[in-house]
């Protein structure tokens, strides 16, 4: 199957057109240096800083709820072979919307925003 459709070239087109437009469009709301996808093609992640330009659990947390309003949940990264132009553009849009709110959280603060807990690391020596 991997061979017959080609799936390794499959999915590092599409993580490397997630990349490109998910990091053009963070340029085009001026935050690129407060979100990004990193990483090879083939596995990126993202990353969300504060005003300061540091790693921020409270701008995750925006992230990941304004995604999850906007029809994508997407904690990490895992690209699929199912995914498609159509979850691709479903994506896309999600992060336009995002974004837009992220902006103005670095402006305003994001916990005017938040409308639930702060996210936490995995691995962490309390709760």
């Known amino acids: 199957f991997l061979k017959k459709n080609n799936v390794i070239k499959k999915n590092w087109n599409y993580g490397s057109e997630l990349k490109e437009k998910c990091n053009q469009i963070s340029k085009d709301h001026g935050m690129i240096d407060n979100f990004k996808l990193l990483g090879p093609a083939g596995s990126p992640y993202y990353i969300c800083l504060d005003d300061k330009k540091k790693p ?3 701008f995750r947390t925006l992230f990941l709820q304004e ?3 906007n029809g994508v949940f997407m904690p990490w990264i895992a690209i699929s072979f199912r995914h498609s132009k159509n979850e ?3 994506t896309i849009q999600a992060l ?3 974004l837009f709110v992220y902006k103005k959280a670095l402006k305003l603060g994001p916990k005017k925003f938040i409308r639930g807990p702060i996210v936490k690391p995995v691995f962490r020596k309390f709760n």
């Open 56 to 58: 921020s659990l409270e």
């Open 96 to 98: 336009d919307k995002a």
């Open 67 to 69: 995604m999850i309003k």
């Open 88 to 90: 691709l553009k479903k």
